[in-house]
Each structure stands twice: as C-alpha cells, then as structure tokens.
C-alpha cells in the first residue's frame, strides 16, 4: 500500500515536473519572440553609437536591463507628480542603455511630444517639449536602429501630427520656429537646393576639391582665419558657425562665413564653400540631406522644406525605404504618411510671409504637389487592394480631389481643376452642382461655413491672387468682386472663430501684402512692371480721394 501510494506520488510530482517545463518553455518561447521583435538582446555591438554608449552597453552587461528597468519605474513616477524635466535626461539614459530597443525610445519621443508638451501654458515651453521629442529619435534612436522603420514612421507623425495639424494651439509657433531654423541655416527662405545638392557631402568629398596643398586654405590662413591648435579647416567651421551677427538680440545668430573671406576669394570659391558648410549644418541639425531632398522634390513636386508636411514626407519616405528591404511589404503606415502628409501639404504647405521674430506666419496652398497626392493614395489603395486598407486610400483620395478642385479652379487653372474634376467623376460618380463651375460654388460655400485654418486661408488667399490677376490685366469688375468677396470671408471666419487661437488668420491687409510680395517676386519682368504701375496708380489715386475728403470736410 505504501508502495503503490509512493510510486503515485512519484507519478504526480514527475508530471507536475513536466507541467512546470511545459510552462516555462512556453514562457521562453514567447519572450524569445518579444526579444527579437524589439531587438532587446545585447549582442556586444552597438552600431555608430558614441563611445560612452557603448562602453556603458558592455561594461555593465546583463545589468543593463536591471538599471533600465529602475530608470522606466523612476520616469513613470516623475510624470504622475509632473516633475518633467528630469524625465528628459532619463530618457536619454533609458535610450543609451538600451540603444535597440527602438519601441520604449518611441514612446519616450511620443511622451516628450504629446503628454508633457500640453501641460505648458506658454508656447515656448510646448516647443522646447516638441522638439526634444523629436531629437529624442531623430537625434538618438535613429543613430541606432538607422534600418527600422518604425523610427521613422514614428518621427514623420510627430511633423504631420503635432506639428503640422491644428489640434495643438501653438501649432503656429512650432510652424514659425521651423521656418526660422531653416533660415537661420540656409540664410535664405529660397535656397539653391541643386548647388546644396552638388555641394561636397563630407569633409572627406571636400579635401578630395580641394587638397592640402590648395591655394584655398592659404587664402583662408591669409584672412587670418586660423586658430592657434586647431588646424585651418576646423578654424573655418568655426569661424562659419559663429556667422554674423543680425544685431537683433531676439532672433539667432545665422551662421555663415566671414565676409572678410570675400576679399581673399574667387566668387565661386566663396560660394562652394558656404554651400559646403550650411549643407553640413543642415545634416548635423536636422539630420537632413540636401541631395535626398531634391529628389524627393523630383518624385513629390518642390516643396517648402521649411514646413512640417514637407519634413514629414522626408522620413516617412526613409521608413518606407527602409520596410521595402529585402523584398518586405511596404509599411502600410509609412504610405498613410506619405499620401496625408502631401494631401497637408497642398493645402497648407509653402510659407508666403513669416516674421524672424516668431509673431507671424501666413501659410498657402503648395500646387507642386496636387499630382503626387493624388498618385500616392492611389499607389496605397493598389498596394492594399486585398484587404481593408485599400478602400481607406481610395476614401482618401475622393476627398483629396473634392478638396482640391475648387483651390485649383481659383488659383491654377480651370483646365487643370477640369481633368481633376474628371477623374473624381470616374471614381465616385456625378457631383453636387452638374458641371465644374457649379461643383465649385457649391463646395467653396459649404467649406468656408466650417473650415479650418488651413482652409480658409486657402480660399480666401485664392480669392486675393485672382484679385490682383483681373487688376493687372484690367478687369477691375471682377477685381472688385475677388477682393470684396476675400474681404467678407475674412471677416467672416475671423468673427467664426475669434476665440480659437489656433484658428486665427493673420489680418487681411497681411494677407494681401504677402501675396502681393509673392506676385511680385515670381511674374515675369513685364507683368511685374504692369503689377507695379497699376499698385501706384491706384495708390495715387487712394491719396487723391483722401486730400479731397479732407479739403471738403475743412470747408
């Protein structure tokens, strides 16, 4: 009897034994996947990363897991008591010990961006939180893990999201602090992107143009541009970073090279060097490349690199890249980027007029890019045409082109916003109003009822540019009747919307300034003396009205 219970028991504890294996096996298993779906196992080599990164990855080993679990538990603490600024530099800690682990650095990057950001009441402190969010992968992250897609995914949402969309009521401010960061390194708000494109990539590109034994570097050491122990090429970068000053305390010092160096110098000398340098200043602080930018500009149409949309576009477009490796599907969430990112852009992307001092920023529509949204969402809908997604592309094209009609019938061409119109009638059938023109009427009045900013801006910027056209080619019936009706919807929506920050256009007399400029600036040498003659006129004429008002009422 004892026997027989002791060999039960015996029984009972070996399956037990083989239920405790099972179970630990499943666990292994299953934490294996998860280890090499976030790439959490240490495999003693850290790519590019800087020298304290690593030796901290190897010289605490194993342990690394056990501090970054402490330093997780210590973030989430500071948040529930709303102690953030700590939290920044934890997050840089938490990314160096786990330098793979591209997921919990996102959600550092989301954190920064998003949680912490909307608790700042002024909207220099929401941009500070922004933007570390987005150094966080830009800066870090993507140093790392530079072939997952998600980081870039990840980081193109922050510029579409947060940045470019109006749910955030700085969203202007963090719009004007990226158009004055590009300017400041470009000293431009036009740069010659295909010679920043031609100019040397690296230092390395830039001794092969000029050797050590080029009369380049002597004129430079004549300028007496070389620093005691450093040599003349990190005396020149030197010498370029500090820029000139603007003499305006408030705005930032733009880089650029002494003007001393234009007496020691060919023309092209000079130039090939400033473009060198401001080329190298955009990868170092913007991780961007000029010879990357313009053939997305090939690809997308020329954007305004200076928006969010456009830099939106740049990493989604990498992600994408990247997801497409070793013959993968592409990254469904890239493509949304793209398309939608664009889609922004037409409607709200290229800055007319925007103050260096940060108070202002008029944006309009960006036509280069009608043809480039369009065929994206396209390409998503065929890429996904075997599952659900594909009917969110084509959704999101029908929209695009009942959006973007009207904005092309009032500001391109009506043959243009014709084929556009053709192709919607193909897609979704017969359209509210019979025929184009009635098409447009009917969507212009409903829009501007509940439109956003980017919108109205839009259409009311449309309504001003075919103002100025029916002045200039002496149509000053229809003139009137564009700046009458520009004047009213202004007033309109400003009054719609005067307690919405978020929503406030700049005011109208701005608004047909900056377009004016814009005008002026791209017609050509007939037109624009046509333009200016026809402005004085009517100015002439305004002052005329005004002495005779005045001689009247003296009377």
């Known amino acids: 009897m004892n026997r027989f219970r002791n060999m ?58 056990l501090l970054a679990d402490i330093l997780w538990l210590r973030s989430e603490t500071l948040k529930s008591k709303k102690n953030y600024f700590e939290m920044v530099q934890l997050a840089r800690w938490i990314t160096d010990l786990q330098p793979n682990y591209s997921a919990g650095t996102a959600y550092l990057a989301w954190n920064l961006a998003y949680n912490i950001s909307v608790t700042s ?36 949402w922050i510029f ?13 401010y963090y719009k004007n602090q990226m158009a004055i960061e590009m300017t400041n390194i470009l000293a431009s708000t036009t740069p010659d992107w295909e010679k920043l494109a031609a100019a040397p990539a690296d230092k390395e590109e830039l001794m092969k143009l000029y050797p050590e034994d080029h009369p380049l570097w002597k004129k430079i050491a004549d300028a007496g541009i070389k620093e005691k122990d450093k040599d003349i090429y990190e005396s020149l970068y030197d010498a370029f970073r500090a820029g000139n000053p603007t003499g305006d305390d408030k705005v930032e010092v733009i880089a650029g090279l002494p003007d001393v160096l234009r007496l020691h110098l060919t023309a092209e000398e000079f130039a090939n060097l400033d473009s060198y340098f401001r080329g190298q200043l955009l ?37 994408l890249e990247k997801s497409l490796a070793n013959g993968k599907k592409p990254d469904i969430n890239c ?50 045409s075997d599952s659900g997604a594909g009917s969110s592309f084509r959704s999101g094209k029908i929209n695009f082109l009942k959006d973007s009609i009207p904005l092309i019938y009032l500001n391109v061409s009506i043959s243009k916003a014709q084929e556009l119109f053709d192709k919607l009638q ?79 256009l700049p005011p109208f007399q701005i608004m047909v300034k900056g377009i004016l400029q814009n005008m002026l600036a791209n017609l050509p040498e007939n037109d624009r003396r046509k333009l200016e003659a026809v402005i004085e006129n009517q100015m002439a004429e305004q002052d005329a009205e005004k002495r005779l008002l005045k001689e009247t009422t003296a009377m």
């Open 335 to 384: 493509l949304r980027h793209i398309s939608h990112g664009l889609q922004a852009g037409f409607k709200s992307g290229r800055i007319l007029e925007f103050d260096m001092g940060g108070r202002y920023i008029q944006m309009v529509p960006n036509f280069n890019l009608v043809d480039s949204a369009y065929e994206w969402f396209g390409k998503g809908e065929d890429e996904f």
């Open 426 to 504: 193909q897609i979704d059938g017969p359209q509210k109003g019979g025929d184009l023109s009635g098409f447009v009427l009917t969507n212009l009045t409903e829009d501007i009822r509940d439109a956003d900013l980017k919108k109205a801006s839009a259409v009311i910027s449309g309504y001003i540019y075919r103002a100025i056209l029916d002045m200039l080619y002496g149509n000053e019936k229809e003139a009137a009747t564009y700046a009458d009706t520009a004047r009213q919807l202004h007033v309109f929506y400003s009054n719609q919307n005067k307690d919405i920050e978020r929503n406030t």
């Open 121 to 156: 009441s002024s909207k220099e402190d929401r941009w500070y939180w922004v933007n570390e969010g987005v150094k966080l992968i830009r800066d870090k992250a993507m140093l790392y893990n530079p072939d997952d897609p998600m980081i870039y995914r990840e980081l193109a």
């Open 160 to 172: 579409l999201h947060k940045m470019g969309n109006l749910m955030d009521d700085a969203n202007l």
């Open 8 to 65: 039960t028991l015996i029984l009972v504890l070996f399956l037990i034994t083989l239920g405790v294996f099972y179970g630990i096996r499943r666990i292994e298993y299953r934490m294996d996947n998860t280890i090499n779906e976030n790439r959490l196992r240490f495999t003693g080599e850290v790519t590019d990363a800087p020298p304290a990164v690593v030796f901290t990855t190897v010289a605490l080993g194993s342990f690394r897991g």
């Open 283 to 319: 990868r170092l602080r913007l991780k961007l490349d000029p010879r990357r930018m313009v053939e997305m500009d090939k690809i997308y149409g020329k954007m305004d690199w200076r928006v969010p949309e456009s830099q939106g576009v740049y990493w989604a477009t990498i992600g």
